[in-house]
T-cell receptor, first 110, second 115 residues
Framework: QKEVEQDPGPLSVPEGAIVSLNCTYS??????FMWYRQYSRKGPELLMY????GNKEDGRFTAQVDKSSKYISLFIRDSQPSDSATYLC??????????FGAGTRLAVHP | EADIYQTPRYLVIGTGKKITLECSQTMGHDKMYWYQQDPGMELHLIHY???????EKGDLSSESTVSRIRTEHFPLTLESARPSHTSQYLC??????????????FGPGTRLLVL
């Protein structure tokens, strides 16, 4: 079993939809959670990071962590065609290296 | 915006050639990484470094080598390129992880095609 599981998609939604992207992890020692966005043929860019359970909001993006279920989510409101990219979750357990999910490909069509 | 740079961005080269992919960062980060990523596929860690004169192999076996003589510079070398080395190579850096883990910042990548 992988330490971080992420559905690769692809996920196709109409413009304006609410998008939900998810990852599960196996090690309860993980405490630091990140979402990266990667456009085609580019390097991943850090989108959001959070340390604790609960929600963190940044504009149209909300990161949610449920440590009891070992489940993290990224919500995108009012999705735009410019949000079309691959979204990678990443998890760290303190002093340990970052572990990336496989990435979910998202396509937002006009 | 992350200050991490990779050159060249694109490289087409013949089999058997020696190549060096450059990576540099101006953030003073101690840790640096090289990942290999095929189109639409996962990131695979191939090398990392905790600091000057420190290099470690990653999770994915690679025929490449790295060096870390200066904090800001982490080049990757292939002594004899083969078509199987065709891929995208991503460099990243981070501060040494603390109790809250670490955040990595990525360069734009080098797309390598070996003919």
């Amino acid at each position: 079993q992988k330490e971080v599981e992420q559905d690769p998609g692809p996920l196709s939604v109409p413009e304006g939809a609410i998008v939900s992207l998810n990852c599960t992890y196996s090690n309860s020692a993980f405490q630091y959670f990140m979402w990266y966005r990667q456009y085609s043929r580019k390097g991943p860019e850090l989108l959001m990071y959070t340390y604790s359970s609960g929600n963190k909001e940044d504009g149209r993006f909300t990161a949610q962590v449920d440590k009891s279920s070992k489940y993290i989510s990224l919500f995108i409101r009012d999705s735009q065609p410019s949000d079309s990219a691959t979204y990678l979750c990443a998890i760290s357990g303190g002093y340990n290296k970052l572990i990336f999910g496989a990435g979910t490909r998202l396509a937002v069509h006009p | 915006e992350a200050d991490i740079y990779q050159t060249p961005r694109y490289l087409v080269i013949g089999t058997g050639k020696k190549i060096t992919l450059e990576c540099s960062q101006t953030m003073g980060h101690d840790k640096m990484y090289w990942y290999q990523q095929d189109p639409g596929m996962e990131l695979h860690l191939i090398h990392y470094s905790y600091g000057v004169n420190s290099t470690e192999k990653g999770d994915l076996s690679s025929e490449s080598t790295v060096s870390r003589i200066r904090t800001e510079h982490f080049p990757l070398t292939l002594e004899s390129a083969r078509p199987s080395h065709t891929s995208q190579y991503l460099c990243a850096s981070s501060k040494i992880a603390g109790p809250k883990g670490e955040t990595q910042y990525f360069g734009p990548g080098t797309r390598l095609l070996v003919l």
